[in-house]
């Protein structure tokens, strides 16, 4: 069974940078590590639909340029609530099913944030998941301010229980810091 390695954790843990750094990582080791996200996958897959549509939507812009996205967001934002009502496990099993085709590569989902997300990524790979945790305060000095609704959010707070997790990387706001651990747990997933 191919291993698959998750990040999850609070909003401005470093989940991003942390994926980044172990992209890094593997590439000096020679190791061909790709990056997933079921919020990519919401994207493209809402690229591919508009383009069935006859509306010319540019992935890669939608993926990285904030005001194109921001442009786009209510469609968007219909998309994918839509899409989760009818399937919550839609952007989880596309990304499961691109990951599974591309077998050679070592792959990492930078968003996982619930269980259900969890048990069904658990019956189809090695499961790995890693809870990148940061202070409240090492979240602040990157931008992260508490709102409640935002917080309190079951896609915030799921996998607050560390049943779900296999290892804890912890973030105290220092790529420098960080990078040695992400190295470390890179080493241990590729040996295991």
Known sequence: MARLLCICGKRFAGKDTFAALLKEQARARGVVLELYAFAGESKRLFAQQEKARGVDVELHRLLHDRAYKEGLRPQLTRFTVDAIDRDPLVFCRAVADRIAAADDA???????????????????????????????????????RFDAAIDGHHTETELDDPKWWTAVVDNDGSVEALAPRAAELLDAVLVR
Not at 107 to 125: K, M, N, P, Q, S
Request: aromatic share 6%; hydrophobic share 50%.
């Open 106 to 144: 070592v792959a990492v989902v930078t968003d996982l944030r619930l269980i259900l997300e969890v048990e069904h990524l658990r019956t189809r790979f090695g499961l790995v998941v890693v809870r990148l945790r940061r202070s409240d305060q090492d979240r602040a000095a990157s931008g992260w």
